[in-house]
C-alpha cells in the first residue's frame, strides 16, 4: 500500500505519510470485515490479519501454512487484472511452493456440488492430484474424476488412472469421461452442469526458461471457472 521507493516532491511527506496511514488503515478494516465474514462461514477455523506487505509478505507468511487461498482478480495492491485474472496469481505460483485455490468473484458461485478431478495425466497435474489428496481436501466432498480425449472411451480410460490412485487413499471417485478437442472448454462446460464445489488442476512448466508459466488450458479454466480452482507446482 505504501510505496517506499514513490518519488515525493519537496514539502510533500506529511500528505505521503497521512494517505499511506490512510490507506493502511482502510485496508486493515477491510481486512477485518473478511476475516469476520469467514468467521461466520468457517467458525472452527482459526484466522487472523497480517500486514503482510503484499508479495513478499505473502511469501513468507506461505512457509508456515498449507494452501494459498487468493481471490482470482486479488491485485495484492501491485498491479492490475488481465481478462479478470491477476498476473499477481501466477507470480505465487512461480515463488511460493504451496498449491493455491483461486477463488471467482462471490456474483459467480461456488456451488455445494462435487469436487472435480480434471485429470490430463501430466506429470503437473499427477503432482496437483497427489497435494489434493495429502491435504485431505478430497475427502471433503463426493469426487469426480473428469478427462476429455477424442473419445469417450479413452477419455475414460486416462480417468481411470487418477480413480485407482485415489482409491489407493480410500476414496471412491466417479469417472466422467468427455469427447472433444477443446479439453478446458469442455472441463468448463462440465462443471457447470454438475454445480462444482471446486476443480483441480495442474500447472504447467516450461524448464527450458525456468519459469512456471500457466498454458493457454489453465488460464482458461482460471478466468472462466465459476468455482475456486485448485492448482498445484
Do not use: N
Amino acid at each position: 500500500l505504501a510505496d517506499a521507493h514513490e518519488a515525493v516532491p519537496t514539502g510533500a511527506r506529511a500528505f505521503k505519510e497521512r494517505r499511506d496511514a490512510r490507506r493502511l488503515a482502510d485496508a486493515r478494516a477491510a481486512a477485518g470485515a473478511q476475516l469476520a465474514a469467514f468467521h461466520a462461514a468457517a467458525p472452527d477455523w482459526p484466522g487472523e490479519i497480517h500486514d503482510a506487505g503484499a508479495l513478499p509478505g505473502l511469501k513468507r507468511l506461505a512457509v508456515a501454512h498449507d494452501v494459498i487461498a487468493i481471490g482470482r482478480d486479488s491485485t495484492l495492491g501491485v498491479e492490475g487484472t488481465e481478462e479478470g485474472l491477476a498476473p499477481a496469481i501466477e507470480r505465487i505460483a512461480h515463488d511460493t511452493p504451496r498449491p493455491l485455490v483461486v477463488v471467482p468473484p462471490p456474483a459467480e458461485g461456488g456451488a455445494d456440488g462435487p469436487f472435480i478431478v480434471a485429470y490430463d495425466g501430466s506429470v503437473p497435474c499427477q503432482r496437483s492430484l497427489q497435494m489434493f489428496v495429502l491435504l485431505g481436501l478430497a475427502t471433503l466432498r463426493p469426487v469426480r474424476v473428469v478427462s476429455v480425449a477424442d473419445t469417450e472411451a479413452e477419455a475414460r480410460a486416462l480417468a481411470g488412472g487418477a480413480a485407482s490412485y485415489l482409491a489407493l487413499h480410500g476414496i471412491a471417485a466417479e469417472i466422467d469421461g468427455l469427447a472433444g478437442r477443446r479439453p478446458a472448454d469442455a472441463v468448463l462446460a462440465h462443471a457447470d452442469r454438475i454445480k462444482a464445489g471446486l476443480l483441480m488442476i495442474g500447472a504447467f512448466e516450461t524448464p527450458r526458461i525456468r519459469t512456471l508459466l500457466f498454458g493457454s488450458g489453465t488460464l482458461r479454466i482460471l478466468r472462466g471457472s465459476r468455482c475456486p480452482v485448485f492448482v498445484h507446482h
